[in-house]
């Protein structure tokens, strides 16, 4: 595997904005958003893309992964992450790359696309999630039946049993100045929440080291941020941009789990009903990038993204716009 040595961070609003390069810097260029919000990139993703032909940014969103200040909630809203996105392809002297993104990255992926789709040869999105107030209820009212212990050490780590308040009591107790004991109750108790919902079983392992729960903190502090906002987008307008991006000829292609406990898997027939052009693919499979057929099926979708932009790209690839957002 050819790999590039990780690039100086984008300075953008006193945030430093990490990303790495993988693969080959002639190749086809794919940019690759994480989820969460805030969970920051993953170098296994890598194992879905051809890297003796493709060049590969891995980026590491406002506050999350290497991305400094950490945890930080200044400035970081989903207008300054497409912005930062768009900044970061004219730096490394991109016209057009491929989005893929899972999760919350999949939703980035599709605003970012309606904001800037003359940047964009095409979008693969992978259990996507449509930052509706809908989806949230579901994650953490719909679900609490399948992990009635972890739902309760959530409950009580927030300090609340009203489902519609859990979030903001979250976001509070995940404050710098709330106090460690708190963050790290709620970090710890939406960590296991999060994994009994996603397996269907109690998390077990070893006890997490302090730096680990440092990051689940900051993790769940933007997440929680961007979550009680609805990600500053919410599903009408986050539709209404991929309508744009198609109407302005990118191509998207979904990759849905039909097992998947986070993301409803009607969320893929709200984007087909909007986006008629939009390719729907359910495969037998769950949330995570792991799972064997959402993996094939993304790497599948990329690679015939890639094979039929190729072949119809323009002649003259416009030139890098530097994002004034």
């Known amino acids: 595997m ?5 690039r100086p961070a984008l300075s953008r609003d006193a945030c430093r904005i990490a990303w790495t390069e993988f693969g080959n810097p002639h190749g086809d260029p794919v940019v690759v958003l994480h989820g969460g919000p805030g969970s920051g990139s993953r170098p296994a993703v890598l194992g879905l893309f051809n890297l003796t032909c493709m060049r590969v940014v891995l980026v590491d969103q406002r506050g999350a992964g290497a991305s400094t200040p950490r945890g930080g909630l200044r400035h970081n809203n989903t207008m300054r992450l497409i ?4 900044a970061l392809r004219a730096r490394l002297g991109i016209a057009r790359w491929c ?16 904001r800037h789709p003359s940047h964009v040869t095409g979008v693969v999105l992978r259990g996507l999630f449509l ?12 679900t609490r039946a399948r992990a009635p212990r972890a739902w309760q050490r959530l409950t009580a780590a927030a300090g609340t049993a009203r489902a519609d308040r859990l979030i903001a009591c979250c976001a509070r107790r995940l404050q710098p100045g709330a106090g460690a004991a708190r963050q790290r109750a709620v970090a710890l108790a939406w960590n296991a929440y999060e994994d009994a919902v996603l397996t269907g079983r109690p998390a077990r392992g070893a006890r997490p ?7 689940l903190i900051d993790k769940y502090r933007i997440q929680a941020h961007y979550l009680q906002r609805d ?32 993301c409803p898997v009607d969320n893929v027939d709200r984007l087909a009903r909007a986006v ?4 729907v693919e359910r495969v037998p499979a769950g949330h995570l990038a792991s799972d064997d057929a959402l993996a094939r099926g993304v790497a599948r979708a990329v690679r015939k993204m890639l094979t039929v932009t190729t072949e119809d790209a323009p002649q003259h690839a416009e030139p890098p716009v530097q994002s004034h957002a």
Request: aromatic share 4%; proline share 5%; charged share 20%.
């Open 2 to 6: 050819m790999q590039r040595l990780p």
């Open 83 to 86: 912005g930062d996105l768009d």
């Open 99 to 114: 989005v893929v993104g899972g999760s919350w990255g999949a939703a980035l992926a599709l605003a970012y696309a309606g």
């Open 131 to 142: 930052t509706s107030s809908r989806e949230v209820r579901s994650l953490f009212v719909g």
């Open 209 to 215: 080291t302090q730096p680990a729960i440092d990051r």
């Open 231 to 262: 990600c500053w987008l919410g599903e009408r307008r986050l539709l209404a941009l991929a309508r744009r991006a198609a109407q302005a000829g990118v191509p998207l292609h979904a990759v849905h789990g039909t097992h998947d406990r986070v």
């Open 276 to 279: 008629p052009a939009a390719i």
